[in-house]
């Protein structure tokens, strides 16, 4: 059973930084693609930021330039660094693992196309 655990988040001041991380058990972790989604109260979930198995990153635009995803295939483990957080970026996070293969990064944007979720962790960024 594949297992995704997420920690990292807290209470930042805008224009602080975080890093999120996710530890992955059980599958086969270098050959999934890993993603980053996160939630804001009365939103709906938004893609963040993806890295395939190749190692290609992709970015939603309001995080490009702000936010990096990073991946340890010998740890298990995806981050996200992110900097000059700002209020808007409240929401919890989530990181999401998905066996399909695809060289369009758009493919990933989609949460339907993930197999595996973590429970999210909590980013509060105050003003």
């Known amino acids: 059973q594949v297992q995704l655990v997420e920690s990292g988040g807290g209470l930042v001041q805008a224009g602080g930084s975080l890093r999120l991380s996710c530890a992955v058990s059980?599958?086969?972790?270098?050959?999934?693609?890993m993603g980053w989604f996160r939630q804001a109260p009365g939103k709906e979930r938004e893609f963040v930021a993806v890295?395939?198995?190749?190692?290609?990153?992709y970015y939603v635009g309001p995080v490009s330039g702000r936010f990096t995803i990073s991946r340890d295939n010998a740890k298990n483990t995806v981050d996200l660094q992110m900097s000059s957080l700002k209020p808007e970026d409240t929401a919890i996070y989530s990181c999401?693992?998905?066996?399909?293969?695809?060289?369009?990064?758009?493919?990933?944007?989609?949460?339907?196309?993930?197999?595996?979720w973590g429970q999210g962790t909590q980013v509060t960024v105050s003003s």
């Open positions: 890295i395939n198995w190749r190692a290609s990153t």
């Open positions: 059980g599958g086969t972790f270098g050959e999934y693609s």
């Open positions: 999401a693992a998905a066996r399909g293969k695809s060289y369009i990064g758009s493919y990933y944007y989609s949460g339907g196309h993930y197999d595996y």
